[in-house]
């Protein structure tokens, strides 16, 4: 069964897509069969693992809006392993188009389910803003993954999404978990950045991902080439924390998979 973790974050510009697409990459390359949805219209994700701009592919819009079947969408990347729902501008178009829309919060959940045997991380990159979008996100979801920048301001918006969060497990999606809250753009030779880690280390203490993704030069340039961290440079201290963080993900799961199957157990 996938699992399904929305990477999210109200605030933009820290690190969301390029956590996703790596994210994906990592665990793809890693033998863990993954699928990478772009949810956001403005498409980065899917640029940035290779697919230019075309405007004859079939997207997330067709599902969510035309009810296609993800069969029909789903893309091959240039990693084995790692499969991509490509997403254009017509996604915007969706927002508005869901408003009027019967169990509009449950489109993509409802689309997402005949997957859940197929791979065994189903990773989605949701646009920086709590529309519809997000919210499809977050309710198709088994966990959430906050990606927050090391910087003051990241942290008054971690306390908006934990509310957000707690609205969604009220009222949409009761068994939406955390999955961790990453740290971005660390600069280990600033007292900022080792105060913010500091900080959230204290506050949230084992739900902060051990992986650290640095401020990295080849990690910014990578989108540019429509190439992941791993293919663009593997040497890199970006590569480095991704495939890291890949690591720690499969380990939850891992655990989890375990501690459920002794509690079944023991339930017999």
């Known amino acids: 069964m996938a699992r399904v973790i929305a990477v999210a974050n109200q605030k933009g510009g820290v690190g969301k897509t390029t956590t996703a697409v790596n994210l994906a990459a990592c665990l793809g390359a890693a033998e863990q069969p993954t699928l990478l949805i772009d949810c956001d219209s403005q498409a980065n994700s899917t640029a940035a693992i290779g697919f230019p701009k075309d405007p004859s592919r079939r997207t997330l819009y067709h599902t969510l809006i035309l009810g296609e079947s993800f069969d029909k969408i789903i893309q091959k990347s240039q990693v084995d392993g790692l499969d991509v729902v490509p997403a254009d501008k017509n996604l915007a178009g969706a927002a508005v ?27 989605l990159d949701c646009p920086p803003a709590l529309d519809l979008l997000t919210l499809n996100g977050l309710v198709a979801a088994s966990a959430v993954l906050i990606p927050i920048q090391c910087e003051y301001l990241a942290l008054e918006g971690v306390s908006e999404l934990l509310d957000t969060l707690m609205r969604i497990r009220r009222t949409l999606n009761p068994s939406l978990e955390i999955e961790g809250i990453l740290l971005t753009m660390y600069d280990e030779r600033t007292t900022l950045s080792r105060q913010v880690a500091t900080d959230l280390r204290s506050f949230f203490g084992t739900q902060v991902f051990q992986s650290v993704i640095p401020r990295n030069v080849r990690l910014a340039e990578a989108p540019s080439f429509g190439k992941p961290i791993i293919f663009y440079d593997i040497h890199s201290k970006g590569a480095e924390g991704y495939t890291q963080l890949a690591q720690e993900v499969i380990a939850n799961a891992e655990k989890r998979a375990g501690t459920g199957a002794r509690s079944a157990h023991s339930g017999a």
């Open 97 to 123: 188009e869901l408003v009027n829309a019967e169990n509009r919060e449950y489109k993509l959940q409802t689309a997402i389910k005949p997957l859940l045997d197929k791979y065994r991380f189903i990773i």
